[in-house]
């Protein structure tokens, strides 16, 4: 069966959030909304963020058995108190699951990543209502992914077997990145590549279990392709880069990444660095800079072989996923 690992859902409509720039909803037609952030238009989206049936006749026309559904990551709330963030959180994550009553539709939570207590809390709450992991921004203001809290969060996804998915968000701004959409063509990959190097040069690999499952969308940005640089200053530098134990290339088998390249050189590259048991197939659905029709880069990359191409379309992500993951009946005409 074919595993879409990487796409959105936004809920027709919730409860004010509490705050004067609180992400709302305008809705504009049964089919078309507007995300606010206070009355600052932020995205318009369509009915396939919320309706689930719209969603599956999508899926199915594209052949796509199963999608993992991720919060948009607009409402993370990190910024807000960790309180306030964990009644938002709860707010989407149930909403989620009234999205996701489908076996074919796999939701991942959100949590206040600001406040590690609260955080297991949440996460623990959902998996016990139905969620199947969890998705995270790449960080929480200035504090990256090695921050002592979000590890202590990532050991506690670890104890408990869920997966987590990381998801770039809130890149940085300023004149120069506001053209061309350049906060999403160039901040989005360094984001997603900083936050790789945090799990490694910070020494969260050497502290966390591997029974951790931790995939980075995007192809996780470009540390592929500065997988040599960064291992060069690992040795040259050590005074300064050698904060983990081991060199950046002896933790790729600690994390994956999804397949949101959009070019088969690109691609192998990833399949190359990475392993094809490490990539797996990602749409970023529904958003108009996602795969279109998904998985076509997968199917088509003469490269593969047919047992790697099948590891990418789904059984990587079924593996992600955890033993408790069944795939569901097939259902589609």
Known sequence: MIIDAHTHHVPKGWPDLGWPRAPRLRVDSERE???????????????????????????????????????????????????????????????????????????????????????????????????????????????????????????????????????????????????????????????????????????????????????????????????GRFENAWHRRNDVVGTSERPPSAYLERFSVDSVVFDERALRLLVDTMGEDRVMLGSDFPYPLGETPVGSLIRGAGFLSETARAKLLGDNAARFLGPGFRFPTPAMS
């Not at 998996?127 to 969060?153: M, Y």
């Not at 990532?154 to 077997?161: E, K, R």
């Not at 940085?172 to 061309?180: N, T």
Request: with cysteine; net charge negative; proline share 6%.
């Open 33 to 227: 909304a507007m995300i606010l952030l206070g009355d600052r238009e932020f995205r318009a989206i369509q009915d396939d963020c919320w309706n689930p049936a719209v969603r599956l006749e999508r899926m199915d026309a594209e052949g796509v058995d199963v999608q993992v559904v991720s919060p948009t990551p607009v409402f993370f709330s990190y910024e807000r108190p960790a309180e306030q963030a964990a009644g938002v959180a709860k707010v989407f994550n149930d909403l989620a699951l009234e999205i996701c009553a489908s076996e074919r539709l796999v939701p991942f939570c959100q949590v206040p990543l600001q406040d590690p207590d609260l955080a297991c809390a949440e996460l623990d709450r959902c998996l016990a209502s139905g969620h199947a992991g969890v998705e995270i921004g790449n960080h929480v203001g200035d504090r990256d992914l090695d921050d002592e809290g979000i590890v202590q969060f990532l050991q506690h996804c670890a104890a408990v077997g869920a997966p987590v998915f990381v998801h770039p968000w809130d890149m940085a701004g300023g004149p120069r990145l506001q053209r061309w959409m350049a906060q999403w063509l160039v901040g989005m990959p360094a984001e997603t590549h900083l936050s790789v190097l945090a799990l490694i040069l910070g020494g969260v690999f050497d502290r966390v279990p591997d029974s951790l499952r931790i995939c980075f969308a995007h192809g996780g940005g470009s540390f592929a392709f500065w997988l």
